[in-house]
């Protein structure tokens, strides 16, 4: 296409060639470079056309026959071309080429064969590899703190006081750097990225996470947590007006004043909510749903639209708060024995398995412990270490077992260790992996027991898939997990016949050693709830004993 409009441009302009050609090229080498490639690819089109015409039976019309006595049309850079044209490439001083096509030189020559070698051999295809970008944090210069510039100003006023020199150079200073923090705190109004390190405050850049711990899309929250109501106020506030005096709309929702620029930049770019929040159809057929005094017609849908639209959202921290009732009327009251900054060792809320009885729960809320950080994990190994040197001296081994029966209901995770005689924890691993081979259905999709010694509880199981995990030490490279199916399924489908077997009992740790110590079934099935008044006793009575093997006070 270059080299047909320079031939144009030269014959519009009525001069050589070559002179346009050395205003488009470097040098009239290129130049003869690329009629040489075009000449090439030329040929290697008419040879594609000849081949598929003597396929087809019939003559092609792109390559006739030298024979034929109808004149062929002249192209304008083939071989074929008139050879009054072809004399006008040549640079000035240098000889026609016998042949009538002219040399193209040792590049052109390699040009054309790195052109021939990618037609016979190809070139792979290469599929992109995605890359995350991490945006970089943005640089800027150190702002004083607080005290650092009431030093400063200390030294200004000692200055001027004793008739320095450099007064005056430190007052510009001085008020240089308040003008500096006074903008980097109208920058920490604006957006929550200034934080203070070391006594100096920098800028920083936040990084918006796309996945949850699970692996799903960030479901992100539109509003802040409601305010409690009033205590001599039954209903709640009328909704906010979104209308100004003059009809301007000012909101949408409730929580618009308050939506900081994370929570935007997340609603926007990652399209955060749940999927009947991101579904506008489904959405306003639950807001219609939700309204007792909705009437089917256009009036009431014109008039309440702005209503019907608000979207009703709940950031992560309430979802928490809702899950683990944070914020209850009353505090409950845990019966703690060793408080880890991530963890803590409890008594048990029910009636206890057997004597010492005890619970390892982290304080973030998790739906399980696979979900933990390394930090989290090492403080649980050392609650397990301790409680198994502290029961050990009594010729005692500690079980320690989870169980996560599903995700819906949002249930906090403990790790439960129950204390049992020497002889009957030799047996258990025995009887733990045939009672797991018979659970659930004959028939499930994965494998009935996860053996620990090939591969750690860590790296066996996975976190989003409901299962239960027993092990006899504190690595987690003995012991046995199973994934627990058809739980979710069950609510949806109506009944267990659809997956084929039983469902997987809560209780079926405590089941299989209640089983083997004699215990009573309604200690393992149905255990009773201790009163809140002997929670102090009891964690008094175990931090005794757990005293001399607490990690958390060395």
Not at 297 to 304: A, G, S
């Amino acid at each position: 296409m270059k080299l047909r409009r320079l031939n144009e441009q030269a014959e519009e302009q009525g001069v050589p060639v070559e002179s346009i050609a050395l205003e488009r090229y470097a040098s009239m080498e290129e130049y003869e470079q690329a009629l040489e490639e075009k000449r090439f690819l030329d040929d290697r089109d008419s040879r594609r056309r000849s081949r598929t015409a003597s396929k087809s039976g019939t003559p092609s019309r792109a390559t006739p026959s030298r024979a034929t006595p109808e004149p062929m049309r002249r192209m304008v850079f083939n071989d074929d071309s008139r050879p009054g044209s072809r004399q006008g490439f040549r640079r000035p001083g240098e000889s026609p080429a016998p042949g009538g096509a002219g040399s193209s030189g040792a590049a052109g020559a390699s040009r054309v064969d790195a052109l021939k070698r990618q037609e016979s051999y190809g070139t792979p295809a290469k599929t992109p590899i995605p890359s995350v970008f991490t945006p970089q944090g943005i640089t800027s210069a150190t702002v004083m703190s607080t005290e650092e510039l009431n030093r400063l100003q200390a030294k200004v006023l000692r200055a001027k006081l004793m008739d320095e020199p450099g007064a005056e150079e430190l007052e510009k200073q001085y008020e240089k750097e308040v003008l500096k923090s006074q903008a980097a705190l109208e920058g920490r109004k604006i957006n929550d990225a200034v934080e203070e390190e070391g006594g100096k405050v920098v800028v920083q850049t936040a990084v918006l996470p796309t996945l949850d711990g699970q692996g799903r899309l960030y479901d992100v929250g539109l509003g802040k947590e409601e305010a409690p109501p009033h205590p001599n106020r039954r209903k709640r506030n009328k909704d906010p007006k979104s209308r100004d005096k003059e009809g301007n709309i000012i909101r949408y929702n409730a929580d618009d004043d308050d939506m900081t620029l994370d929570e935007m930049v997340r609603q926007e770019k990652f399209g955060g909510g749940a999927s009947d929040q991101k579904n506008l159809d489904a959405e306003m057929a639950a807001q219609i749903a939700r309204d007792g005094r909705f009437q089917a017609d256009l009036e009431y849908m014109d008039e309440n639209s702005e209503r019907l639209a608000r979207k009703r959202m709940r950031t992560d921290a309430m979802k928490r708060a809702f899950a683990i009732n944070a914020d209850p009327p009353r505090l409950p009251e845990t019966a703690i024995v060793a408080l880890g900054k991530r963890t803590y060792l409890s008594c048990t809320v029910y009636e206890e398995l057997t004597p010492g009885h005890c619970l390892i729960v982290p304080i973030q809320h998790a739906l399980s412990t696979l979900e933990l950080d390394d930090d989290d994990w090492d403080e649980i190994r050392n609650f397990m270490k301790c409680l198994m040197r502290m029961f050990a001296e009594k010729n005692q081994g500690v079980v320690f077992f989870e169980t996560v029966l599903s995700f819906r209901q949002q249930r906090h995770t403990v790790i439960e260790c129950v204390p049992v005689p020497a002889d009957v924890f030799a047996d258990l691993p025995a009887y733990f992996r045939e009672s797991l081979m018979q659970v659930e259905s004959e028939w499930s999709q994965h494998k009935k027991v996860i053996d620990f010694s090939q591969r750690p509880f860590r790296r066996a199981m996975v976190p989003n898939l409901p299962y239960f995990m027993v092990q006899w030490d504190y690595k987690g490279e003995k012991g046995y997990g199973h994934v627990i199916e058809g739980v979710d399924m069950a609510t949806e489908e109506g009944d267990d016949g659809d997956r084929g077997g039983g469902k997987f009992p809560p209780y079926f740790a405590a089941e299989v050693i209640g089983n083997l110590i004699g215990a009573e079934p309604r200690r393992w099935m149905r255990p009773a709830r201790v009163d809140r008044a002997l929670n102090k006793d009891r964690a008094r009575e175990l931090g005794t004993r757990f005293q001399p093997y607490n990690w958390t006070v060395q």
